[in-house]
């Protein structure tokens, strides 16, 4: 195998002997490993990968050899790793980088510059092309490939790639997800040369989200998408941006855009042309390599916003998306001519057309051809952002000035702090800076203000009103576009926070000044000096957070009003937290962001108390991102929370360690099997796992869970894991809806719902509000004696027309006189079931109390008082 030699630049050499190992002097040409060379196994082979450490070593390597690359830690990851982001150009660009991204950062808001200016500017800049590569940790073939991609075009001596690294300057980011990558490659090497070879993990692959963490992309509640969040809007402001993925085994060989129907409303049609055009000069280079099967316009479509590059199209960014065919990590897999497929958008049957013109006939498909695709198609990308340099900054500037065109002069989106829940509505404000929005403040009206005049004007449009699905048919004979993922992402409704547009008097804009980190409602202790008793509605999620910061003290007696009272002046509803003057009180309060009142009286009223309750979430060997999104807004808000596995239910160990039992969004036949069942049609079979992850909590674990809570245990369950209550447990509850996707879908919408007010299971709603619905469960019940009791605690409207509030679905009419969530009495124990997941990947704080109330009434003690002061 032949070294690419280059001769380093007295510069890069001066670190190089400052601080790394090798003593060169400057006269010697500088011999830069391949990836396979300095790790010292060949990488592509079947059976090998390099792990996220070794990625990252291999690129601080080429760093201390090459003034060609620079590497930036963009922060660390969930389990600490550092997220790494290599810029690699030509040594020059890289010296002058601050000047290139302030020059893109211009191109990115041009208000107030002149044409002449901008003309310069654009003849000056650089594109700036960013590559991300497994966000999906098992797709993991780009993590190997960024690394040969880095070698060669560190060690490129040719004109034309020297031509690319002066025009462009590229920022390839490895692995989006470090802790997967790793969790991936330790488990393949675990089973290498076994029957559970490249076969899947039993969990998640990321700590939190597994999949969903492409899905985070304007909620970044992740290490990982707030850390890449803040590099791309906030220092590098990059024109494109491209995402590697993996798909399927038995389709096409590689997407690449331009993508399928539908298409968002909103978006800038020059964005698509980009795409476009970059996406075929992908395609093509990969056709001029002789690599057959790539397809575009095919099931990927240009509508949602939760993805990487997704996000960024509201903003301005060209941003391109390719799947690869998928092998098993790193084995090698033989698809059989007659296993291929069509199916989904774009390509009914696996046959030659103008959008797949070559066919790949099966065979043997490896990580090699994983990686020698994205490679051909990455540097098809960074030639042709090389070749359109300026025409990719033109078009960035002339999406962002149209982008003022949407909203008015001296109008703005108003935020006010003055709502139900004062601090969500903050962070609303804080998410949209987070974001790259332009927020201001002020204190005159305690309100945050929005221009609806600024770059991210498509964003804000999009993220703060509500959706409507396209209304798109492939041809005039056949039915509509169905949704591929989710359907809404209103984030005032998700947050329950109002948000108005409104024109503001020239007096109050005088007043505006940035969002600052420290612009929070007030918290701590207020009212009275001497207070008998301190008090706050349960309107705000953050009272649950308190609630369980003062609950690790045993001895604080902390209470929930049964009643609406009044008191200095005030009224407070039922379920308003009560709580008993202490030195650590305004801390504490501070610290959880909540603003108790201080009363003089205490009120006249039944009150319950609380205990702290010890959570077990059950959590299935398969990757359940419901359980992850559960665990993470759980530890989010101090909930005392461990997990349960199949074998703590199946012996009835958690019932000693647990008093409520939590099962998130996993079906019946996954809990009790270990197996979900397959469609009728589908093939039986079903790959096992390493014997220690196979199996359910059997019939055993049924028997355990029904003694829990007959002898006062609760369980919470979530959307499909009341599945497994319905049919095992006698309760007077079943669900309503067909299995059928003709008559009932509903992928990912927000739908209404009536909510019973008066129950500790839903202190704090409000009568009406909207729940996250994804082909979730609603309930019909029955009527019961005194055995049971039992409580519809919401229900859908009583007409169809009434239903949808914002998304896409079919046959509402179906959830007609259905309910959303029940409690129920079981043996000296508590049942709650939620149809809808209430968390909702961690986007629906709206509902968000639905949960911790649940937890909150499991720890409600017997022994209830009449009045505080009994
Ligand atoms: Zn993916």
């Known amino acids: 195998m032949s070294r690419v030699l280059i001769r380093v630049n007295l510069v890069v050499l001066f670190t190089f002997l400052c601080g790394l190992d090798g003593a060169l002097t400057a006269a010697q040409p500088v011999s830069v490993p391949t990836p396979s060379e300095f790790l010292g196994f060949q990488v592509g082979a079947d059976g090998q990968l390099a792990d996220y450490g070794q990625i990252v070593s291999y690129l601080k390597k080429l760093e201390s050899l090459s003034a060609r690359i620079k590497l930036e830690d963009l922060g660390p990851s969930t389990q600490g790793r550092p997220i790494i982001l290599a810029a690699i150009s030509s040594e020059e660009n890289l010296k002058n980088k601050q000047k290139y991204r302030a020059i893109a950062q211009k191109m990115a808001d041009p208000r107030g510059l002149s044409q002449t200016e901008i003309d310069k500017l654009i003849s000056e800049g650089k594109a700036i092309l960013l590559v991300t590569c497994n966000i999906h940790a098992s797709e993991i073939g780009a993590t190997q490939m960024a690394m040969e991609w880095a070698h060669g075009l ?6 034309e790639t020297l031509s690319w690294l002066d025009n462009v300057i590229l920022l390839l980011v490895p692995s989006l997800n470090p802790d997967g990558q790793v969790m991936e490659v330790e488990w393949y090497r675990k089973y290498l040369g076994t029957p559970f070879e490249g076969g899947r993990m039993p969990w998640l692959y990321h700590p939190y989200t597994g999949h969903d963490n492409n899905r985070d992309w304007f909620m970044l509640t992740q290490k990982e998408s707030k850390a890449v969040n803040r590099a791309v809007y906030f220092e590098w402001f990059p024109q494109v941006w491209l995402d590697e993925h993996q798909m399927g ?24 042309r980009a795409v476009d055009h970059l996406g075929t000069m992908m ?8 690599k057959s099967g790539v397809i575009y316009g095919y099931v990927f479509d240009a509508y949602w916003p939760g993805g990487t590059k997704n996000t960024a199209w509201w903003k301005n960014i060209v941003g391109l998306l390719t799947e690869v065919a998928s092998c098993r990590l790193a084995s090698p897999i033989e698809v059989a001519p007659a296993e291929l497929r069509g199916g989904g958008k774009g390509l009914a049957e696996y046959r030659r057309q103008t959008n ?22 990455s540097d098809a990308l960074l030639e042709v952002c090389s070749t359109h340099r300026a025409d990719l900054l033109k078009g960035k500037v002339h999406m962002a000035l149209d982008a003022l065109t949407m909203g008015k002069a001296g109008e703005y989106y108003k935020i006010s702090e003055q709502q139900s829940d004062p601090v969500a509505a903050s962070r609303l404000a804080h998410l949209l800076r987070e974001n790259g929005a332009d927020v201001l403040w002020t204190s005159t009206d305690r309100a945050f203000y929005l221009p609806t005049q600024q770059p991210m004007a498509r964003f804000l449009d999009e993220v703060l009103t509500k959706q409507r699905y396209p209304k798109i048919k492939p041809a005039a004979s056949t039915d509509y576009f169905t949704p591929y993922d989710v359907t809404t992402w209103s984030l005032p409704l998700m947050m329950g926070v109002e948000v108005e547009k409104t024109t503001l008097a020239p007096d109050l804009q005088k007043t505006l000044r940035p969002i600052e980190e420290t612009d929070w409602p007030e918290s701590g202790l207020a009212g009275a000096a001497n207070p008998a008793v301190y008090a706050v509605s349960h309107q705000g999620n953050s009272v649950s957070l308190l609630i369980n910061e003062l609950l690790k003290n045993r001895q604080r007696v902390v209470r929930l009003a049964r009643q609406a009272f009044t008191s200095n002046g005030r009224s407070f509803p039922a379920g308003s937290l009560l709580v008993e003057p202490a030195p650590d009180l305004a801390d504490l309060a501070k610290a959880c962001r909540v603003r108790l009142e201080g009363l003089t009286q205490r009120p006249e009223i039944a009150t319950d108390s609380l205990l702290e309750v010890r959570v077990g979430l059950y959590k299935p060997w398969a990757a359940s991102a419901d359980e992850g999104w559960t665990r993470w807004v759980l530890e989010q808000y101090h909930f005392n929370l461990k997990n349960i596995d199949n074998q703590a239910v199946k012996s009835g160990s958690f019932a000693q360690d647990f008093d409520v039992v939590i099962i998130p969004d996993v079906g019946k036949d996954l809990i009790l099997e270990g197996k979900s069942t397959p469609r009728e049609g589908a093939i039986k079979y079903s790959e096992d796992l390493p014997p220690e992850y196979v199996g359910g909590i059997a019939k055993e674990g049924v028997k355990n869970l029904k003694d829990f809570v007959e002898k006062g245990g609760t369980i919470v369950a979530l959307s499909s894991g009341t599945e497994l209550l319905m049919a095992e447990f006698n309760i007077p509850v079943a669900n309503a809806l067909p299995s059928r996707s003709e008559e009932f879908s509903c992928p990912g919408s927000l739908l209404r719902i009536k909510v019973d007010t008066n129950h500790p299971v839903t202190y704090g709603m409000p009568a009406e509000a909207v729940a996250f619905v994804a082909e979730s469960i609603a309930f019909r019940t029955a009527v019961t004696g005194p055995a049971v009791s039992k ?31 029940v409690a129920l009495s079981y043996g000296k124990g508590k049942i709650v079931l939620f149809g809808f997941p209430v968390q909702y990947r961690a986007q629906m704080e709206s509902t968000f109390k639905l949960l911790f109330n649940a937890l909150h009434w499991a720890g409600m003690s017997e022994a209830t008082t009449k009045t505080v002061s009994d």
Do not use: C
């Open 791 to 821: 409580r519809v605690l919401a229900a859908y409207p009583e007409d169809a027309e009434d239903v949808l509030v914002s998304g896409w679905m079919r046959g509402a009419e179906k959830l007609e006189r259905t309910a959303a969530a």
């Open 356 to 377: 797949f013109p070559n066919p790949w006939p099966g065979g043997t498909w490896r990580l090699r051809d994983i990686m020698d695709y994205e490679r051909i198609a």
């Open 154 to 159: 560190v060690t490129a001596r040719n004109p």
């Open 249 to 272: 085994s038995t389709g096409p060989r590689m997407f690449v855009p331009p993508y399928s129907n539908p298409v968002a409303e909103r978006l800038h049609p020059l964005l698509w």
């Open 283 to 290: 395609s093509w280079r990969l056709e001029q390599n002789q």
